[in-house]
């Protein structure tokens, strides 16, 4: 995996924010695709044919679980990422005025933000969860996402009681360029339950007050728990 280099030094005055800029426009197509169930994305995309995509991957030796069939439609309410520490409350959000997806404010930076008018988590299709990676003076709840490995695990906490359990199998950090919205939200399988985690990554552009690439992590459910 490249270094992650997205987020400055949490003293560092910056605005830190989430998908701004082009990327807003790179994230509503994505959805707008996904929305009308695209189902033509090869099986991963973690052998990038240009520079525009840094992946991790599926490390050689790296066995994953088969997939669970979905469950059925609940709403999320936590995020638990063992790998990274992170225990985060989940919520719903929209679009804004300018057609993006909401993210949570900044004094709730340990938030997660689920794109309330999709797929809920573990149910069949793609849900869609957003988080920050820092804000003007200090780490955010996605900081450390772009150091998640294939095979550790995303747990989802519903509100019907139950724990959907997604393995990652991918890891990519997509710059601006030539994004194909398409590998990056549209569902690997169709009929699959699975998850994209999203954040900034790249570098952080002063000129434009925005990052130059964002980090989507994507999961499939592989497990239930109470």
């Known amino acids: 995996m490249p270094e992650h280099t997205d987020a400055p030094h949490p003293g560092a005055r910056t605005t830190g924010r989430l998908l701004t800029g082009v990327a ?13 169930e695209v189902t033509d994305v090869r099986n991963g995309i973690s052998a990038p044919t ?12 790296v066995a994953l679980p088969p997939a669970l069939h979905p469950l059925a439609a609940a709403r999320p309410q936590r995020i638990d990422i063992p790998g990274l520490g992170v225990q985060a409350p989940v919520v719903a959000r929209g679009l ?12 709730q930076a340990g938030v997660v ?34 150091t ?9 906490i519903r509100d019907d ?14 710059t601006r360029d030539h994004f194909d919205a398409r590998q990056a939200y549209g569902p690997r399988q169709p009929g699959r339950a699975e998850l994209r985690l999203v954040t900034c ?10 990052y130059t690439a964002n980090v989507i992590v994507s999961a499939y459910l592989t497990g239930t728990g109470l």
């Open 96 to 107: 804004d005025r300018d057609g993006g997806i909401d993210p949570p404010p900044y004094d």
């Open 24 to 36: 807003w426009a790179v994230l509503l197509l994505g959805l707008w695709l996904w929305g009308r």
């Open 113 to 146: 933000g689920w794109y309330a008018a999709g797929t809920r988590p573990g149910a069949a299709g793609t849900a869609l969860m957003v988080g920050h990676v820092d804000t003007e003076t200090r780490p955010a709840v996605f900081y450390k996402l772009s």
């Open 201 to 210: 990554g790249g570098t952080f552009d002063r000129a434009s007050r925005s």
């Open 161 to 174: 009681g139950k724990v959907a359990e997604f393995t990652v199998d991918d890891v990519q950090v997509v």
């Open 148 to 156: 998640v490995q294939p095979g550790e695990t995303v747990r989802v």
């Open 50 to 61: 240009t520079g525009d995509v840094a992946a991790v991957g599926r490390p050689p030796g």
